[in-house]
C-alpha cells in the first residue's frame, strides 16, 4: 500500500476526500520527506563523512589531500548525494504525476554535480598554488576556462530537462546564436587569450612589481584571472585591470630590477656655475688630508708638473679643478660605500649645462633593492654631498629667495 492509498484512505475516513485535496496533501508529504532525507544526508555528510575524512587527510605526509577535501566539498558532496538518494527511494512509489518535481531533482543534481567540479577545480588551484613554481607560471587562467566549459555544459542540460528536449538538439541551435555568444563572452574570450600570453612570455607573475598610470595602477600583482588582473598598490588600494589591457597597452615590470643585484640610483643634483674654479696650493693640502683623495691628489699633482713643466704660459697650464675633484671624491666615497653593488655601473658624472646650473649626476646601483632602505640608501649619498659640497668651495644653484634678493638690492 503506497503513501497516497494511505492518504485516501485518512480521507475518506474523515469523510472530506476530493482527488484534487488528496494530491495536495501527498505533494506536501512527499516535500516533507524530502526534506528529511536530505536533513539527515546534510548531517552525515558533513558531520561524520567530513571529520572522519578530513581528520585522515591531516595524518598524511602530503598536504594536497588538506587543500582538495576541504569542508565546502563535503557540503557540496552532501548537496548531490542527497536528490540521488531521493530520486532511489521514491522510485518505489507511484510517481507518475508529479514528473515536474523529478525535473527539479533532476537539475538538482545536475547543479550540485557542477558545484563538485567546481570544488575540485578549485582544489587542484590550491594544490598548484603551494609549489614555488605557480608564482611563475599560475594556472588559474586554465582553471576558469574549464569551469566556464562545464557552466555552459550544464546549462545546456538543465534546459533541456525542464523543456523534455535532447541535449544535442540544443547544441544545434547554438549555432544560430554564436554571434551572441560571442558578444556576451567577449571579455571572457579576450582574457583567456592574453592570459596564456602573460603566463607563457611571463610578460606578468604574481608577485610582480608592475606600473600602469593608464589603469592608475603601481603596486605587487596578487591575482592573475582570467578577465582581470589585480594589483594592490603601495597605498593599499587595489586596481582591477582588465587582463587584455596588459597586452595592448603599455606597463612596466620591475621584476628585471628584483632578479637583478641592485636597484638603480640617478639623480643629480645642479651645481652653481660661479662656484667652480681651480684649486689653489692651500686648497690641495686641506683636501689631500683625505683618505679618499690623498693618492688621487699626489698622482695628478706629479702628473701636472711633469706636464706644466715644459709650459710657460700660465694659461696653457693644467690644474685642478674644485669640480673635477669633488667628482673624484664622491665616485671614491661610493666605491667605499657598502650598500652599492660595485659589480654593476656605478659612477658621478656631469651633464650638459643649464640655466640653471651644471647637473652633477649620481649613476649606481643599490645592493640594497627593498623600498624603504633603498630610499635611505639614496638619501645618506645626497646627505653627505651637500653637507660636504661647501669644503671644496662648491654651490648648489638654487633660486634665491626673497630676504636674498632684498639684500643684493
Not at 474523515?14 to 495536495?24: A, K, P, R
Not at 602530503?62 to 558532496?77: A, E, G, H
Not at 636597484?263 to 690641495?284: A, P, Q, W
Not at 640655466?355 to 649619498?381: H, M, N
Request: aromatic share 12%; charged share 20%; with cysteine.
Amino acid at each position: 500500500m503506497t503513501i497516497e492509498n494511505y492518504i485516501q484512505a485518512g480521507l475518506q475516513h474523515l469523510g472530506v476526500y476530493s482527488e484534487s485535496i488528496s494530491d495536495i496533501i501527498y505533494f506536501m508529504a512527499l516535500l516533507v520527506i524530502i526534506g528529511i532525507i536530505n536533513w539527515i544526508i546534510h548531517v552525515l555528510t558533513r558531520q561524520w563523512l567530513a571529520r572522519i575524512v578530513l581528520k585522515l587527510t591531516k595524518r598524511t605526509a602530503t598536504n594536497w589531500d588538506d587543500l582538495m577535501l576541504d569542508q565546502r566539498f563535503f557540503n557540496r558532496l552532501g548537496l548531490l548525494i542527497a536528490p540521488i538518494v531521493i530520486q532511489i527511494v521514491f522510485k518505489e512509489f507511484e510517481w507518475t504525476q508529479f514528473a515536474f518535481l523529478m525535473k527539479l531533482i533532476n537539475v538538482w543534481i545536475t547543479l550540485s554535480f557542477l558545484l563538485i567540479v567546481s570544488s575540485i577545480l578549485d582544489g587542484i588551484n590550491r594544490i598548484y598554488d603551494s609549489y614555488p613554481m605557480a608564482k611563475d607560471r599560475p594556472i588559474k587562467v586554465f582553471i576558469q576556462v574549464i569551469k566556464i566549459f562545464f557552466y555552459c555544459a550544464a546549462t545546456i542540460i538543465v534546459i533541456s530537462i525542464l523543456i523534455d528536449k535532447d541535449p544535442v538538439a540544443l547544441l544545434a541551435g547554438l549555432g544560430a546564436i554564436s554571434a551572441v555568444l560571442m558578444l556576451v563572452f567577449k571579455d571572457s574570450i579576450l582574457g583567456f587569450v592574453a592570459g596564456i600570453q602573460l603566463i607563457s612570455n611571463r610578460m606578468v607573475n604574481i608577485g610582480d612589481w608592475i606600473v600602469m598610470p593608464s589603469s592608475n595602477a603601481d603596486g605587487d600583482v596578487i591575482e592573475i584571472n582570467l578577465t582581470t588582473v589585480k594589483v594592490q598598490n603601495w597605498d593599499k588600494t587595489i586596481s582591477t585591470i582588465p587582463t587584455y589591457k596588459l597586452v595592448s597597452e603599455s606597463f612596466t615590470n620591475w621584476r628585471g630590477m628584483q632578479e637583478s643585484g641592485g636597484r638603480r640610483i640617478k639623480r643629480s643634483v645642479n651645481i652653481d656655475i660661479y662656484s667652480v674654479h681651480y684649486l689653489t696650493n692651500e686648497d690641495l693640502e686641506n683636501l689631500k688630508q683625505s683618505a679618499l683623495l690623498k693618492s688621487y691628489i699626489e698622482g695628478k699633482m706629479k702628473e701636472l708638473n711633469e706636464y706644466n713643466a715644459n709650459v710657460e704660459n700660465p694659461l696653457d697650464k693644467r690644474r685642478l679643478t674644485n669640480i673635477g675633484t669633488f667628482r673624484e671624491y664622491m665616485e671614491a666615497w661610493l666605491a667605499a660605500n657598502p650598500n652599492i653593488n660595485l659589480d654593476m655601473t656605478h659612477m658621478v658624472r656631469q651633464l650638459q649645462p643649464t640655466p640653471t646650473g651644471i647637473p652633477l649626476e649620481i649613476y649606481c646601483f643599490s645592493a640594497q633593492k627593498q623600498w624603504v632602505i633603498y630610499e635611505r640608501v639614496q638619501a645618506d649619498i645626497f646627505d653627505h654631498l651637500f653637507a660636504i659640497l661647501p669644503l671644496f668651495k662648491l654651490k648648489v644653484f638654487q633660486y634665491p629667495t626673497n630676504m636674498e634678493w632684498m639684500q643684493e638690492n
